[in-house]
């Protein structure tokens, strides 16, 4: 059972274009982070959120946890082809439980 | 500042083998965490490790263990080797633990692909 989903699974859009992937759950998370993952490496930490409604915004990309801190999304304003890769959410659930989501692969063409 | 180091790189290992990944931490960082991921079930966690003792574990047979020495490099040993277990092995060090620390930045290393042939 996957605590978090997301979606959409697969994404390619034209550079220039926007997008938000979400990250939804039906427990409630302490904090969610975002990464990103290139082909080849691990995952890099974009961004962590605690509060709920809370909104991080980070150059291009906006991260806001929801309300009731069961689902987050992240949206990219002007897609560049470095945006390209795989983003993944995490959450710490309020067991103390870390939880990756199952993915978005995004592909930006140029 | 030298990143997280993870040894070998690359693996091929037939089935019922055995296999043990290193990881180096970043230095001044005291926990480890280890993951799996494969493209069917994504990432997901296995143990982490906090001055030597194992601080959580997820769902994963007793086949997989692991263990963190007194400079806190990490192994991660997977015994009696299956197809099932081809996947990136990745782990991540953090100063006190993502696992129970908000707000904590966890670096991942490479990872290690292992296949199991």
């Known amino acids: 059972t996957q605590l978090l989903e997301q979606s959409p699974q697969f994404l390619s859009i034209q550079e220039g274009e926007n997008l938000t992937v979400y990250c939804n759950s039906s427990?409630?998370?302490?904090?969610l982070q975002w990464y990103r993952q290139e082909p080849g490496e691990g995952p890099v930490l974009l961004v962590t959120?605690?509060?709920?409604?809370e909104v991080k915004k980070l150059k291009r990309l906006t991260f806001q946890f929801g309300d009731a801190r069961k689902d987050s999304s992240l949206h990219i304003t002007a897609a560049q082809p470095g945006d390209t890769g795989l983003y993944l959410c995490?959450?710490?659930?309020?067991?103390?439980?870390?939880?990756f989501g199952t993915g978005t692969s995004l592909t930006v063409i140029p | 500042k030298a990143g997280v180091t993870q040894t070998p790189r690359y693996l091929i290992k037939t089935r019922g083998q055995q296999v043990t990944l290193s990881c180096s931490p970043i230095?001044?960082?005291?926990?480890v965490s280890w993951y799996q991921q494969t493209p069917g079930q994504g990432l997901q966690f296995l143990f982490e490790?906090?001055?030597?003792?194992?601080?959580n574990k997820g769902n994963f047979p007793g086949r997989f263990s692991g263990r963190q020495f007194s400079n806190s490099r990490s192994e991660m040993n997977v015994s009696t080797l299956e197809l099932g277990d081809s996947a990136l092995y990745l782990c991540?060090?953090?100063?006190?633990?993502?696992?129970?620390?908000?707000?904590?930045?966890?670096?991942f290393g490479q990872g290690t692909r292992l296949t199991v042939v």
């Open positions: 991540a060090s953090s100063r006190s633990g993502t696992q129970r620390v908000l707000n904590t930045e966890a670096f």
């Open positions: 230095s001044g960082h005291r926990s």
């Open positions: 427990s409630v998370f302490s904090s």
């Open positions: 490790y906090f001055s030597e003792t194992q601080r």
């Open positions: 995490a959450g710490l659930n309020t067991g103390n439980q870390f939880y």
């Open positions: 959120v605690v509060t709920g409604g």
